[in-house]
């Protein structure tokens, strides 16, 4: 059974771990351990924060989670990997327990973090890359989906066209301006109006700029470095669940299921 290894734990990366789960493969995540993640309510980005988190059906753990509630706690890193992957969990690490990792125990990598990516230093060799970041040039990949547009979801393939249409934005963001403890008073899915106060960053009130309801929130009670989305407020209309994955990130996992299996075949057919 082929092993996939997602650096990230976003929607995008959340998505993809659940469906590529569900299609019988072996999915372990890269975290970062401080998630500054507005949806983390909804994806496995507060499972270092939790130890655990079932999305979907689907339970994702740390390794410290693991220890914590095994009797046997002599497990090495790669122990804890292959155990989950037996007993159909995915594991979670952080950046510096991938570095311990054999990456031997994978055959494809997925990049859906364009900030984890970064802090990545490893030359990934022997493993097939597949991107679902924004752009194509922050890493060098096999396959590349697209994971906003109108082509959402869509493989990159050198045989086919794609023409770029713009995609108007129906969401306003807000970003910190300053570093600080952020508490949020409102909740993801709430209805606020114009100037309504959201939370609190550091000793500076956070109103909301537009009405609407609030689609993204960060979690209450993280130092949030300036420049960070605090809040995303969907201005058009109401979504139908904030608290569910986004279909639009089930899209790009589809993208991804199929630009693994279109390898598998490539690979198969040459033989």
């Known amino acids: ?19 590529l789960f569900r299609s019988g493969f072996h999915v372990c995540l890269i975290s970062n351990p401080i998630p500054f993640d507005i949806f983390y309510f909804r994806n496995y980005s507060s499972v270092f924060p939790m130890g655990s988190k079932i999305v979907n059906g689907v339970k994702a753990l740390t390794y410290a989670d693991f220890i914590y509630n095994n009797e046997k ?38 990049a859906a973090d364009s900030g984890l ?5 490893s030359s990934l060799t022997g493993l097939s890359v597949i991107s679902c970041l924004p752009d194509k040039k922050d890493i060098n990949a096999d396959y590349f989906v697209y994971s906003k547009g109108n082509f959402t979801g869509m493989i990159d393939y050198p045989f086919v066209d794609y023409f770029d249409a713009n995609e108007q934005n129906t969401f306003s963001s807000q970003f ?12 993801p899915g709430d209805m606020v109006k114009t100037n309504e ?8 009130n956070i109103n909301a700029k537009h009405g609407g309801y609030i689609s993204g929130l960060m979690r209450s009670g ?14 058009q209309q109401k979504l139908p669940d904030v608290k569910q994955l986004p279909s639009a990130s089930f899209a790009v996992a589809g993208g991804v299921l199929e630009a693994i299996m279109y390898y598998k075949n490539q690979i198969t057919s040459s033989r």
């Open 1 to 19: 059974m082929d092993k996939i290894l997602i650096i990230g734990t976003n929607d995008i990366a959340t998505a993809c771990a659940v469906r």
């Open 197 to 204: 106060r959201i939370g609190i960053l550091g000793d500076t």
């Open 73 to 110: 706690n002599n497990f090495s890193l790669n122990e804890f990997i292959t155990y989950s992957f037996q007993n159909r969990q995915i594991p979670v690490l952080n950046i510096d327990d991938f570095k311990k990792v054999n990456e031997e125990l994978f055959s494809f990598f997925i």
């Open 176 to 187: 910190a301006e300053s570093e600080g403890i952020f508490s949020a008073e409102k909740s």
């Open 222 to 235: 993280i130092f949030v470095p300036k420049g960070m989305e605090l809040i995303r407020i969907e201005t």
């Open 117 to 121: 990516i970064k802090l990545i230093t």
